[in-house]
Structures are given as C-alpha cells and as structure tokens.
C-alpha cells in the first residue's frame, strides 16, 4: 500500500506515492504555493522559506525508521502535498507532519493523505500514530478528530495539542475508510 490514485472534490487526479530524492527539484515551485502563514502550522516557527539545505533533509529520510508520501497532481507532475511519519525511539509510535499547497486546502488532499499515513503505520505494525498541532489549528485538530485521533493539551508546550490514534483497536467507523 505505498502508492495509490485518487480524485480529489475538482476532479483532480493525483498520485499518492514515497517522496524521492529527486523530488527536491519539485519543491521550489511547491513552496511558492505555500503561505509563511501554513508554514508557520506545519513548522512551529515563522520561516520565510525553506533552505535548500532542508529541502535536503526532507527527502532524504531513512526508510527503516521514516515514510514521507508526496502527492503528485498526474496532469502536472507537480507537488501538491507531504505527508510524513517519523518513529520514535521505541519504533512503536510514529508522528506525523503534513503540509499541502495553500491553495488546494479544503479538496480533501489533507483527509486522503492522513488516510494513506495511517494505512501505512497500521501495516506496519506500529502501535499509534502520534502528533503535534497548534491549538489555533482547527481544521487539523478538526480532522484528526474526525479520523478517530484522542486530543490532549500538550503537557510541556502551551498552545500544543497532542493527538493520537491508537492503531491496535482503531474504531470500526475509522478502519472502515482506510485503504
Ligand atoms: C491541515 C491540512 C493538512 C488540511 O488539509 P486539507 O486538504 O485542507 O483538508 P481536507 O480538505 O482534506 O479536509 C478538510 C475538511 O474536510 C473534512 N473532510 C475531508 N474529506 C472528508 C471526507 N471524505 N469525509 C468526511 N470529512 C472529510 C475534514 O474534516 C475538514 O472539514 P471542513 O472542511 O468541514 O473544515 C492543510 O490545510 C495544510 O497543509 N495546512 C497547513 C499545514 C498544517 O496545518 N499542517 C498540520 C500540522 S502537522
């Protein structure tokens, strides 16, 4: 279950697939689509842009412990969106982290890529998919709730949320609606 073709509430066709190395030469044109403002909710932190230096990072992850998708718009070829889950140390958990082009939010990408990350994670044997949101981040906080995920304020951070969907007795209504 690494690849999958869905039709986004456009009609868009888009591919969900592992991000590549060589997808670093699609993100420049995928970050000009992204605001400082969804930047700022996938990062914690204000950051004008992303450094090339990063971008290196992000596609080079180690596959033992790390999944990114990306989500290829087939008519295109271009970077719509990354999703992507790291273990922890136990290699029980893996959190997420998840950010789209500004302008498709609300065409149902972020919902079928959180769908394909949790596929993945339960196949993989993983306990629970973890993550952190921002509070003032309620269409996340909104859509993980919507997936099944427990929200929490995050003990250490204020402003943070926790989420966490359990993969082990994930709800009927949730498994129901995975790949
Ligand atoms: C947060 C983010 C990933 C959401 O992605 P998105 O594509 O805009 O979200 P979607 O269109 O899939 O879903 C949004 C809505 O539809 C719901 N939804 C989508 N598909 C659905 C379906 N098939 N059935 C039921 N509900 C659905 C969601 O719960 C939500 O509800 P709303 O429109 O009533 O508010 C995206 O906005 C983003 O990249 N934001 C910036 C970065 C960020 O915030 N990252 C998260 C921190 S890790």
Redesign the pocket.
Known sequence: MSERHVVLREGERVLIRPLRPEDAALYPDFLADVTQD?LR??FFSSMRTISPKMIDQLVHYDPAVAIAFAAIEETSGKLL?VVRLHDDASAEHGE?????RSH?????????MMQHVIAYARDKGLTAVR?Q?LAE?T??L??CS?LGFAVSDDPDERGIKQVELPLKALPAAVSSILP
Do not use: P, S, Y
Not at 104 to 112: I, S
């Open positions: 969804d909710l996938r969106g997420f982290a998840i950010l789209l498709l939010k609300g065409h149902g990408l972020g919902w079928l993550g949101v981040n269409t996340m909104q859509m919507e």
